[in-house]
């Protein structure tokens, strides 16, 4: 089924690129064994999986999770505001308000919360924040139980770990701003809404100035990606994402180029995208130094990319004051001489 194209959140989502270019890099704060591995994570491919999507109805609730680091009060207050103000009931889960050393509550703790939203009957869940912690929960998820239920996780960096595993078993996924990190910014939340009630489907995510083309081309697949850090370090885990035939998102924050040349590099050494349909870079907040970032990052995707591949860079999601939200699992399509990407 299509909806409605929303014209406000359309013009926000393919506009603000250029409206806000300047402020994209800002510097601002803004027990399991492998057998258990096979019965809770389903294999999949990425180019078979049927990733339907499931809009947010009237009066659902929203559940509101912290499966990462300690979230501040005053930042998770104003999210929540922005969710209550969209008219649904918020499910928050109980150790929202925990912190233990770097994370909200041991790992028991943010499992708990994490179920306990889900059995409270929120289908879609929002993360408070990200930092570490999601990826020490991977081995104790219920994979197959949040299946069935359609569960939809809101979120981005550190949630990199649960998006795309969460898609590879067949729900599409938000890759965007969380309650505790980036919803309190206007077009960030119109945005996210507008995601969420599936009003942009079928038509353009992301309108790409002409000076992101770094490889030109037409081209097809899944959207997987996230954090290029976190993303990297689930290869050779049961939750792995399938690269083949995807067209894959990567964003960065505070790393030096040193550190994204070895990531890169240990990418295009595994062979994992060979067969990726093109590549996707989104802020690069904070990674230093800044001097010839830009043309590093671009030689780097070029590197890694299959040749036929089209690359681009510098859209607007991830750790930068822009954030739009853009769905994980589904079919996207680039075309470079349109300057669009499209949610097919």
Known sequence: ??????AIAIAIGIGIENAFDAIFDSDSDPDSDSDRFSHTLVSYNVESVN???IPLQPGEPIGVVALSGPVDKDKLDAGLQILRGWGHPVIEASNLH????????????????????????ARVVVAARGGYGASRLLDRIDWRDLSKRGICVVGFSDLTAILNPLAGNGI????????????????????LHSVLLGELRGGPLFRIPEGSVVRSGCAQGR????????????????????FDGSVLFLEEVNEPLYRLDRVLTHLRGSD????????????????????GRSDLWRRLL?????PTAPVVVDLPFGHGAAN???????TVEIDTSALQIIWK
């Open 1 to 6: 089924m299509r909806y409605r194209p929303f």
């Open 51 to 53: 990733n339907d999507w």
């Open 98 to 121: 925990r912190e233990e050393t770097y994370l909200a509550g041991g790992d028991e703790d943010r499992l708990a919360g994490f179920e306990e939203v889900v059995a409270s009957g």
């Open 172 to 191: 599409s996924q938000i890759h965007g701003p969380m309650v505790a990190s980036g919803l309190s910014t206007r077009y960030n939340a119109t945005r």
């Open 223 to 242: 959207a997987v990606g996230g954090n290029l850090t976190v993303l990297t370090a689930l290869i050779g885990t049961p939750w792995e994402p399938e």
């Open 272 to 291: 994992k995208l060979r067969n990726v349909k093109a590549l996707i870079g989104g802020s690069l907040r904070g990674c230093r130094p800044a001097s």
């Open 302 to 306: 070029c590197e890694v990319a299959p």
């Open 324 to 330: 739009l939200a853009f769905p994980i699992g589904v």
